[in-house]
């Protein structure tokens, strides 16, 4: 059921920059400063602030973590594990990689394979890889969407083994593995707090040093340099999909966008411009992130309906919000689009 409710609290916007996180209120902890680090890996700014006197340990820690993974995950790298796999067919692959692809599997599963980590080659045609962009021929894309399909990628132990003509690309889901392990690591390394942005999706570890919520901002996809709403949150992930992240203007003046729906092999275009997930689990949170995008509108709602351990916000291509009940008090609508709770009675 939907109910609708409108909410604007100016105070609190004033209050936030305009980043995906921000603190507001002066911490009483003893040591109340903020540790930061910033790396760009994995074509993403990633900034990781902590706190407690084993910050800069556990930042330096997470910092290389980040490294190793980009080595390990990249699809340009001939020497990372994916590339190799991809140009053999069959590899072993770290327990990173292996943790992220069957998580893929699963999600593209549960999603009817809305979730598709083959599409890579479809995605290079359209030139989302390469920047290099066109509206591939329809021939094109009839041939690389038969030549894959999720269901084809067989995982055993850390062997992946995939069709010959298949390439594999983890792009929808590295980004919240990796804000996993950046917690797990701060945790490790003692860091009394944490919070990490990784190109805008968010991760927290507990709460502020002074025990209050993170707050945290989601962007406007209709104004993509303004914040839509706030959410209040602990130790949860907060993962965006969004069509305005990267798209091209055709010639035919349409604007197509890097998710790719594996039905059409189009950019996914049903109903919704954004998509963000809630969880305890930032892989979990990105893989759900690009397939309810995927979905669209009902399908997405249908999908919390039967699963329901995550809160989401979708934004649908008419300017409407809505958010699920599980976050209802603890979410802000800053913007001038209409914000409903969708609840399961
Ligand atoms: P995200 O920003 O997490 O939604 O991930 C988007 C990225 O995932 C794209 O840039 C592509 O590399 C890849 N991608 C696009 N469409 C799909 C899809 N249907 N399934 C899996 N990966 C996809
Ligand atoms: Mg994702």
Redesign the pocket.
Known sequence: MLRKHKTTVLSLFSALMLCSCSQTAAPLQTDNTAHTRDVFAMDTYMSMKAYGENAETALSAAEKYILRLESELSVTDEQSCIAMLNSKGSGEVTDDATEIIRK?LEVGESTDG????T??PL?KEWG??TEDYHIPEQSVIDSLLADSGFERVVLDGNTVTIPESFQI?L???A??FTSDKIMDIMQENGADSAIVSLGG?VQAMGTKPDGSPWKVSVRDPFMPDTDMCILEIQAKAV?T?GNY??FFTGDDGKNYW?????ADGYP?DNGLVSVTIIGDSGLQC?AL???L??LGDGRAQDYWRAHRDFDMVLVTDDKRIIYTEGIADRFTNISNMEAEVLSLD
Not at 258 to 262: A, G, M, R, T
């Open positions: 893929a809305a979730l598709d980590i599409l890579y995605l989302f890889t690309d792009g929808a889901l980004k919240g999706n993962i999909s992240e990267r890097h998710i790719i729906d594996p996914a990105d992130s690009t397939a995008f995927v």
